[in-house]
């Protein structure tokens, strides 16, 4: 795992706790594996993947073998991500019609891909695409369809929200995405593992377990 630059438990910013997740979640890519990383914060993902590692990137609009952001002189306006992120290609990249990007992603093609979430609940279930507030654009693009079709759906996410109120819960209050179809959630305080057993903390940042047990209040954390 590459080093984090900051110590969890100091204060951060939003984009440092960002980098931070991604960090640990590009450390944990199995190689070679083809990928499609979520709008938004999970696109942070691509930036930290180690060199050599065979991942293959997928993005929704189109195109395998994404490579980093693009900065400077490396940005085309043509070369973008789903979330109209300028990005760099990497040798051997192909693009292809939406239709067919589709296709892999509903076909099981794609080994992972990483979502953001408003809420997970404690059965794997993925809620991310509207809160139900007054006005909310929803924004769900295509998330159900790699939800169900990718053949292992991580979600990066801060565990609790602005309120501090937790996002893993026993039970999703928010619109659903897919049921149970998340294996692991890479937070700002620890890695959780999601299966028929529960919610297991596999790595926990700057806060104790009995201080996780309180915060989650319902949630049951199975043994670790």
């Given at each position: 795992m590459s080093p984090d630059p900051q110590p969890r438990s100091q204060p951060r910013s939003k984009d440092?706790?960002?980098?931070?997740?991604?960090?640990?979640?590009?450390?944990?890519?199995?190689?070679?594996?083809?990928?499609n990383l979520g709008i938004g914060q999970p696109t942070l993902v691509a930036d930290h993947l180690p060199g050599g590692s065979g991942i293959v990137l997928?993005?929704?609009?189109?195109?395998?073998?994404?490579?980093?952001?693009?900065?400077?002189?490396?940005v085309d306006p043509d070369?973008?991500?789903?979330?109209?992120?300028?990005?760099?290609?990497?040798?051997?990249?192909a693009y292809f019609h939406q239709a067919d990007s589709f296709?892999?992603?509903?076909?099981?093609?794609?080994?992972?891909?990483?979502?953001?979430a408003f809420q997970v609940s404690a059965a794997g279930d993925l809620a991310n695409w509207h809160t139900g507030a007054p006005g909310a654009i929803p924004a769900v693009g295509g998330a159900m369809d790699l939800a169900i079709g990718a053949k292992r759906v991580w979600v990066m996410?801060?565990?609790f929200d602005k309120r501090g109120?937790?996002?893993?819960v026993p039970r999703c209050d928010y619109p659903l995405t897919a049921l149970a179809c998340i294996d692991r959630?890479?937070?700002?305080?620890?890695?959780?593992?999601?299966?028929?057993?529960?919610?297991?903390?596999?790595?926990?940042?700057?806060?104790?377990?009995?201080?996780?047990v309180?915060?989650?209040?319902?949630?049951?954390?199975?043994?670790a």
């Amino acid at each position: 795992m590459s080093p984090d630059p900051q110590p969890r438990s100091q204060p951060r910013s939003k984009d440092g706790i960002a980098a931070a997740i991604a960090r640990d979640i590009a450390a944990e890519h199995p190689g070679g594996a083809y990928v499609n990383l979520g709008i938004g914060q999970p696109t942070l993902v691509a930036d930290h993947l180690p060199g050599g590692s065979g991942i293959v990137l997928h993005t929704e609009n189109g195109m395998l073998n994404m490579g980093p952001a693009a900065h400077g002189d490396d940005v085309d306006p043509d070369l973008i991500n789903a979330g109209k992120v300028p990005v760099t290609e990497l040798p051997g990249a192909a693009y292809f019609h939406q239709a067919d990007s589709f296709a892999m992603m509903r076909g099981g093609h794609l080994d992972v891909c990483v979502l953001g979430a408003f809420q997970v609940s404690a059965a794997g279930d993925l809620a991310n695409w509207h809160t139900g507030a007054p006005g909310a654009i929803p924004a769900v693009g295509g998330a159900m369809d790699l939800a169900i079709g990718a053949k292992r759906v991580w979600v990066m996410m801060t565990l609790f929200d602005k309120r501090g109120t937790p996002k893993i819960v026993p039970r999703c209050d928010y619109p659903l995405t897919a049921l149970a179809c998340i294996d692991r959630v890479y937070t700002d305080l620890g890695t959780f593992e999601v299966g028929p057993g529960g919610v297991r903390a596999r790595e926990l940042h700057g806060i104790s377990r009995p201080e996780l047990v309180e915060r989650l209040g319902p949630v049951e954390l199975a043994d670790a």
